[in-house]
């Protein structure tokens, strides 16, 4: 079974063609809102974010399948790192 990762921000068209290769199956919703997101995060595995929104407990809350987020770009400053420790989600980046 392939892992399912939403990508919630605009991205460079490589990093969904490596990520197929890999043999995940993406999502691209650059235009999806954050309830849109709260509605279906459940269903993914992994999302993908830059800055759109903030991901905090209520998001995490809702993932309960989430094992990871990509963020493209250096920082983590939008992402609630503690709480993703303790929810066990992976964290990674991009600068």
Known sequence: ??????????THSLLMNRLAEKGFVCHYQPQITY???????????????????????????????LKFIGRAGAGMDNIDVDY????????FNAP
């Open 1 to 10: 079974m392939s892992l399912k990762v939403l990508i919630v921000d605009e």
């Open 35 to 65: 309830q849109q997101v709260l509605d279906c995060i459940e269903n993914y595995d992994g999302m993908v974010v830059r800055t759109k929104f903030r991901v905090e407990k209520e998001l995490f809350d809702k993932a309960t399948n």
């Open 84 to 91: 993703a420790a303790l929810k066990k989600v992976e964290l």
